[in-house]
Nanobody, 120 residues
Framework: QVQLVESGGGLVQAGGSLRLSCAAS????????MAWYQQAPGKQRELVAA???????NYADSVKGRFTISRDNAKNTVYLQMNNVKPEDTAVYYC??????????????WGQGTQVTVSS
């Protein structure tokens, strides 16, 4: 089973920047689409950003122009660069890897989550 290990969360002031990292345990990363989700207390888990194995990206409207998702296949790592953060960005952020194998079996792995708290 693929393990996803997140890092980079913590406390940051509004207007500041933070970079989250998610490292996968094996090279299935290279055929995976990757995504970051956020879940605030009492709220549903929501997609923040996604990046395909080919590098195409999608963003939630709330973070467009502020957050950037990227990947480094040599490092089996996906990043979320968070700029001009706002208090409403406060949430647990989860890394997700998903796709389909050559045997046509879908996979869907999740990291443990990392807390991001934005103070005003």
């Amino acid at each position: 089973q693929v393990q996803l290990v997140e890092s980079g969360g913590g406390l940051v002031q509004a207007g500041g920047s933070l970079r989250l990292s998610c490292a996968a345990s094996n090279n299935i990363f290279r055929i995976s689409s990757m995504a970051w989700y956020q879940q605030a207390p009492g709220k549903q888990r929501e997609l923040v950003a996604a990046i395909s194995s080919g590098g195409g990206t999608n963003y939630a409207d709330s973070v467009k122009g502020r957050f950037t998702i990227s990947r480094d296949n040599a490092k089996n790592t996906v990043y979320l660069q968070m700029n001009n953060v706002k208090p409403e960005d406060t949430a647990v952020y989860y890394c997700n890897a998903f796709g389909i194998t050559t045997l046509m079996k879908r996979f869907d792995y999740w990291g443990q989550g990392t807390q991001v708290t934005v103070s005003s």
